[in-house]
């Protein structure tokens, strides 16, 4: 029998419910209205450290050709480069290593033949000026067999002024340097010229050994809080005397590279008398036959790590 009152449908007789919407079947819209604004938010933050990173660490090495020229002219360029250092800059490890070359190599000179490493500069220079650091870049990159993608070159002369703008510098000689006293030494800029250049009581191997002492001393100096004051009078003076192709908006990257590894860290290196075999040339020359069964390991572990 139908328990139903009269003129009621079943229907009519069940409680009444209020419909929830499930979570799956709200609009889109404001599902992910919040989580959009996040992304919205987060997105420029994501790109500028993605940029951010690719520009301190990629690509990761950069080998740099430093070259001395000992020339008496302030606006000349036109010399032999007697202090060549190969150096290179890994941002990602980070690492610095710094190979010295002895001036008195006998390596293949491209369009020129076999001659000392340090006229490679002097002869393109003086048949065309500003072509002496791409031939110097050229010969060394042909006898080691390693690119070297930009160059610095200084007039000795010029590093009177660098020093001067520091107020001079704190080097720190190893008793080893012949003819140096040992220890911290504060120079002007006259004593700091004489370190690079004198050559009185001592060899070229020594000479190459206190021309990275006295990079390693100046990069320290600068980057010493205490004269941050001096830096824009620094940059003058630099700007006077340094040549270089090194772009600037890469100068910032090898300067973070190098104050993350320590200027006490770099790997200071130098071709030394053992890798080298003296002889004397038909012409009478005095100079060194290179040995590259035992070069060429040392340059394995500076560039190609």
């Not at 206190?210 to 004051?229: D, H, S, T, V």
């Not at 300067?255 to 071709?271: H, Q, T």
Request: proline share 7%; hydrophobic share 40%.
């Amino acid at each position: 029998m139908n328990q139903y009152p009269p003129n009621e449908s079943w229907s009519e007789t069940q409680p009444t419910h209020t419909a929830q919407t499930p979570e799956w079947a709200e609009p889109q819209s404001k599902r992910s209205c919040c989580g959009g604004c996040f992304w919205f938010l987060l997105a420029p933050a994501t790109l500028l450290a993605f940029t951010f990173i690719l520009y301190f660490l990629f690509p990761g090495r950069t080998n740099i050709l430093i070259m001395g020229l000992d020339v008496r002219e302030q606006d000349s360029y036109v010399g032999r480069t007697d202090t060549l250092i190969l150096s290179t800059v890994e941002p990602w490890q980070p690492y610095t290593g710094m190979l010295s070359i002895p001036r008195d190599l006998w390596v293949t000179i491209p369009s020129v033949g076999e001659n000392r490493v340090n006229t490679a500069h002097f002869f393109a220079e003086t048949e065309q000026p500003g072509s002496g650091p791409n031939a110097a870049m050229l010969t060394v990159s042909s006898n080691f067999g390693v690119d070297v993608d930009y160059y610095v070159r200084i007039r000795f002369i010029g590093l009177l002024e660098v020093v001067d703008a520091l107020g001079g510098i704190t080097v720190d000689l190893p008793d080893e340097i012949t003819g140096a006293i040992s220890g911290d030494q504060q120079l002007d800029a006259e004593d700091a010229l004489a370190l690079v250049r004198d050559r009185a009581g001592s060899d070229d191997f020594f000479r190459m050994q206190r021309g990275q002492i006295f990079l390693k001393a100046l990069l320290k100096n600068m980057l010493a809080p205490g004269n941050w004051l001096q830096l824009p009078q620094v940059l003058e003076a630099f700007s006077e005397s340094v040549d270089t192709d090194i772009p600037i908006w890469l100068w910032p990257r090898l300067g973070l590279a190098v104050f993350r590894y320590g200027v006490e860290n770099i790997d200071s290196r130098v071709i030394t008398r053992q890798m080298t075999i003296p002889f004397t040339t038909e012409g009478g020359a005095q100079v060194l036959a290179p040995n590259w069964d035992e070069i060429n390991p040392v340059i394995l572990e500076i560039f190609d790590q």
